[in-house]
C-alpha cells in the first residue's frame, strides 16, 4: 500500500529534466504502488534504480525523490535502503504523511507491526482525511498477528466513508463481515471492490466465492472461483473452494478433479486430500 506517487518535479526547470529521468519508472510503479500485497515476491522483479540515484543526487534537499527511491527499493526487497530513504525523505520535511504510510507498509512487510500501527498513526494525525493511511492500518489490524478485527472494520469503515476510490477498502471490510458471518454484507462489499477495480485481484472473487458458499448459492461461487484460478491458477486454496462448490452441487466428478489439482499445487493440502477421499465414496469414476 505505497502511497500514490505525488509529483513534484515542475518547482522550476531545472528540475523537469530530472522529472522526465524519473517518468518511465514513475509510470511502471503506479500499478504496483496501489496495492499492500504486490510487493510479495517483488525480488524477482527487481526495477533498475540507477536513474533514481541520479537524481536524488542531483536534488538532495527534494523529499519527494527519497520517498520514490524508497518506494521502488521497497518493491526490490531492499527493505533496509527503502528505510533510510523515507527517514530522508521525513528528516527533510516532517510533515510527509506519504512517506510515514509507506514505511509503515515497509515495516510491516519486515514483520515490524508496533512501528507499522505508529507510522499510519503518525501519518494520520497530520492528514486525518487520508484513505491510504486507514486502509493500510485496517490491514494490520486485521492481520492474524494482531487480530483486532474490530478496528479493523472501523478503518475500512472510515475510508469508505471518505469516499475513497480504492477497491481494497471494500475488501477489507468485507472480509471482516465475513469474519462476523455476515455474508450477504461481505457479498455487497466484495462486488463493490471489484467493480472498483481495473484489474482484479484474484482474492475478491475468491473471497465473494467463499460467501457464496456460505449462503447456498453455488453457481455464483463457482463462477467467483473460475475467475479466480483463471487470474491465478497456481493457488491451492482456489481450486480446493471449486472442488467444494462443485461438492455441494452434487458434481462429484468435478469435485475431485478440483480437489486433486489442488493437492498436485500443494501436496500438504489435507483438506483436499479428505476431499478426495469423500467424494470418491460418493461415485465410480472412470
Known amino acids: 500500500m ?8 515542475f518547482g522550476n ?20 504502488i496501489q496495492g499492500c500485497f504486490l510487493l ?42 527503502s528505510l533510510q530513504d523515507f527517514q530522508s525523505a521525513l528528516d527533510l520535511n516532517p510533515s510527509y504523511y506519504k512517506a510515514y504510510v509507506n514505511r509503515a507498509l515497509v515495516e510491516y512487510k519486515m514483520g515490524n507491526i508496533p512501528m507499522a500501527i505508529k507510522d499510519y498513526d503518525a501519518a494520520l494525525k497530520i492528514n ?18 494482531y487480530g483486532n478485527s474490530q478496528k479493523a472494520f472501523a478503518d475500512f469503515d472510515r475510508a469508505i466513508q ?27 462489499d466484495f462486488s463493490r471492490a471489484i467493480s472498483l477495480s481495473a484489474i482484479t485481484p484474484a ?14 448459492n453455488y453457481d455464483s461461487a463457482l463462477e467467483d472461483f473460475k475467475l479466480a484460478i483463471h487470474s491465478d491458477f497456481k493457488k491451492a486454496t482456489f481450486w480446493f473452494n471449486k472442488g467444494v462448490a462443485h461438492e455441494m452441487q452434487g458434481s462429484y466428478k468435478d469435485s475431485l478433479a478440483s480437489y486433486q489439482e489442488a493437492l498436485l499445487i500443494d ?13 470418491k465414496g460418493l461415485f465410480n469414476p472412470d
Not at 19 to 27: A, E
Not at 165 to 179: H, M, P, T
Not at 203 to 216: I, K, P
Open 2 to 9: 505505497l502511497a500514490k506517487y505525488s509529483g513534484g518535479f
Open 13 to 32: 526547470s531545472k528540475r523537469v529534466a530530472g522529472f522526465f529521468c524519473l517518468s518511465f519508472l514513475v509510470v511502471s510503479l503506479i500499478s504496483l
Open 40 to 81: 510479495d515476491g517483488i525480488r524477482s522483479k527487481r526495477v533498475n534504480i540507477s536513474s533514481l540515484n541520479s537524481v536524488v543526487h542531483a536534488h538532495p534537499s527534494d523529499p519527494e525523490v527519497y520517498n520514490v527511491r524508497g518506494v521502488v527499493h521497497g518493491m526490490n526487497g531492499d527493505f533496509e535502503k
Open 128 to 145: 486525518p482525511n487520508y484513505d491510504i493511511a486507514y486502509i493500510g492500518r485496517g490491514n494490520v489490524y486485521r492481520d492474524e498477528k
Open 162 to 188: 471518505l469516499k475513497t476510490s480504492d477497491g481494497r477498502a471494500w475488501f477489507g471490510r468485507a472480509l471482516v463481515y465475513q469474519l462476523r458471518k455476515e455474508h450477504q454484507k461481505a457479498i455487497e
Open 203 to 216: 482474492d475478491y472473487y475468491n473471497g465473494r466465492g467463499v460467501s457464496y458458499l456460505a449462503v447456498r
Open 267 to 279: 501436496s500438504k493440502y489435507y483438506k483436499a486430500k479428505d476431499g478426495i477421499l469423500r467424494v
